[in-house]
């Protein structure tokens, strides 16, 4: 691997990083470390970098993951909701696994979501990347419905969309973005590790 020229990415990222995209991978890479904890935090913190990533996916023409941006806004409102009013018996929501009726809803809304997406833009919109970014808004689509729900699985999903999002986010030219997600697989991998632990220790309770 080229390190050197993963360094000069990043100085090139850094020069041309806007202060909004400074404060929106701020404020996502605070979400993910939350969520890693299951802390409440992940939403507000979440909220505040969706609403900015929507403007600045809508100047890069990368038209379905400002919509998924848009929906991580509306699901982090469901989320927060759904953290905090957790069942009678319950402290707090749980971290569970998917159950197979799960996973084929999972399945399904990917299937949907991405069908859906690439006709939209590569029929009706001059977006340059019509199924790659439809690729990573429906499998963030996922992840974020599993998130809400508190499932393990919600960190596979984002594995595979932040590993697809580093090169579609450096050909875009979003260079600190791509960088921004080099670190989210990492942290996805130990918020992964985290919850499966989590999920141990609930069922043995």
Request: glycine share 6%; with cysteine.
């Amino acid at each position: 691997m080229d390190f050197q020229f993963l360094l000069d990415g990043l100085a090139e990222g850094l020069k041309a990083m806007s202060w909004l995209e400074a404060v929106a991978v701020f404020f996502g890479i605070a979400s993910v470390f939350y969520s890693m904890r299951e802390h409440i935090w992940v939403y507000p913190t979440g909220i505040v970098s969706t609403l900015i990533y929507v403007w600045i996916c809508l100047q890069y023409k990368l038209y379905a993951d400002m919509g998924i941006n848009a929906y991580y806004f509306s699901m982090s409102i469901y989320g927060w909701y759904v953290w905090t009013h957790p069942k009678e018996n319950q402290a707090v929501l749980p971290v569970t696994w998917l159950k197979p009726k799960g996973w084929l809803i999972a399945l399904l809304i990917f299937i949907a979501s991405y069908g859906v997406l690439s006709f939209v833009l590569s029929n009706f919109t001059d977006s340059d990347v019509p199924y790659w970014d439809s690729f990573t808004t429906s499998s963030a689509f996922v992840g974020m419905w599993l998130m809400a729900k508190k499932k393990v699985e919600n960190w596979i999903m984002w594995i595979i969309t932040d590993l697809v999002s580093v090169p579609l986010y450096f050909y875009k030219g979003l260079i600190l973005t791509s960088f921004q997600f080099v670190f989210f697989t990492v942290l996805a991998f130990l918020g992964l590790f985290a919850w499966i632990k989590s999920a141990r220790n609930y069922a043995n309770s």
